[in-house]
Nanobody, 127 residues
Framework: QVQMEESGGGLVQAGGSLRLSCTAS????????MGWFRQAPGKEREVVGAISGSGDSTYYRDSVKGRFTISRDNTKAVYLQMNSLKPEDTAVYYC?????????????????????WGQGTQVTVSS
């Protein structure tokens, strides 16, 4: 059984940094397309960033460009480094994996294109 888990969320002041981690048990997610999404209260879930299975391509939504960075290592982890955090970044953050896109250079930006999800981690940025 595949399980994904996010960690690293918390409360931080505006301008601060957090690093979210996404790990998987039951299956190694190396070279699969991964995405980070977030959902703020009363809003729809939105993509924050994505990385292709090949690792050659990344995507960031405009509001986080230059502040957030997605990376992955050769184990089961994918990371979201968040710098210069703003109150509008407050949300529950989710990682997602698409298991049919191994080694692909394609980026997937829709939540409906992902097969597995973590339970989410809360990020709260105070002003």
């Amino acid at each position: 059984q595949v399980q994904m888990e996010e960690s690293g969320g918390g409360l931080v002041q505006a301008g601060g940094s957090l690093r979210l981690s996404c790990t998987a048990s039951g299956r190694i997610f190396v070279n699969y397309a991964m995405g980070w999404f977030r959902q703020a209260p009363g809003k729809e879930r939105e993509v924050v960033g994505a990385i292709s299975g090949s690792g050659d391509s990344t995507y960031y939504r405009d509001s986080v460009k230059g502040r957030f960075t997605i990376s992955r290592d050769n184990t089961k982890a994918v990371y979201l480094q968040m710098n210069s955090l703003k109150p509008e970044d407050t949300a529950v953050y989710y990682c997602a994996a698409r298991l049919s896109a191994r080694y692909s250079g394609t980026l997937y930006l829709s939540e409906y294109e992902y097969n597995y999800w973590g339970q989410g981690t809360q990020v709260t940025v105070s002003s």
